[in-house]
């Protein structure tokens, strides 16, 4: 069964004693396997609480330390497709399999501009998870490593570019010729009827040329006496 790579929210208390966590608080999240889906669980814990679990406690698919900021009140901005970290999100939101290569190069990207923090690495059946942890908002993202080859890295970065700056790009249609017009073609009764009437004067002029007699002007036979006694 694939994972699902949601967004996992901070919590802004303890899981255990749920005491509010209070600014600059160091605490622990962990992530559980979800047992009745395929995605995983987030628990965030006071580091007493985390110290106090028992022994035989489930062992998280991976934890780390964190340091609590309380969510702060921001101005809603338009998102843009200009945006990677907006269309970061959006990509993991949606977790689609042919957007894992994008995926994947736009947090390296929030990475270096130090908007995420990679907190650990964990191989699976279905490859190398990384998991980010966003500076400011605590939101956790798991990302799978698709281990791209050296030489599809810049076809990767192109592909990256045109989702964030889709103007920059011609739609396939543009990328296409214009097709020439091209006249329609008539069949044989409309050519009949647009070339001109023939004139049947030059049957004649045909007729006189070769000094044969038109058929119309041959001179008839007087009738012959058996014609005229029957008639």
Not at 13 to 30: G, L, Y
Not at 61 to 81: A, D, I, L
Not at 93 to 119: V, Y
Not at 190 to 216: L, R
């Amino acid at each position: 069964m694939a994972e699902n790579y949601s967004i996992r929210s901070r919590s802004h208390a303890c899981c255990i004693t749920a005491e509010a966590f209070v600014e600059d608080q160091p605490f622990i999240t962990a992530l559980y396997p979800d047992p009745e889906s395929s995605s995983y669980l987030r628990q965030d814990y006071s580091l007493p609480a985390w110290d106090a679990r028992e022994s035989d406690a489930e062992v998280p698919f991976s934890y780390w330390r964190s340091v609590y900021k309380p969510p702060q009140k921001e101005e809603k901005v338009e998102v843009t497709p200009q945006d990677p970290e907006a269309l970061f999100s959006k990509l993991v939101e949606e977790d689609e399999e042919h957007t894992a290569n994008a995926r994947f190069i736009l947090a390296a990207m929030l990475e270096r501009k130090k908007l995420l923090r990679e907190t650990d690495t964990q191989q699976t059946g279905s490859g190398l998870l990384r998991i980010y942890e966003h500076r400011k908002t605590g939101d956790v993202f798991i990302v799978r490593d698709p281990q791209i080859p050296l030489d599809q890295v810049d076809t990767i970065q192109e592909e990256v570019h045109r989702l964030l700056d889709p103007e920059s790009y011609p739609s396939p249609e543009e990328d296409q010729p214009e097709a020439e017009e091209t006249k329609p073609e008539t069949n044989g009764s409309e050519a009949t009827n647009d070339a001109p009437m023939a004139d049947s004067a030059p049957v004649e002029a045909d007729a006189q040329e070769t000094g044969e007699e038109s058929p119309t002007n041959q001179p008839t036979e007087p009738p012959s006496e058996e014609e005229i006694a029957a008639a």
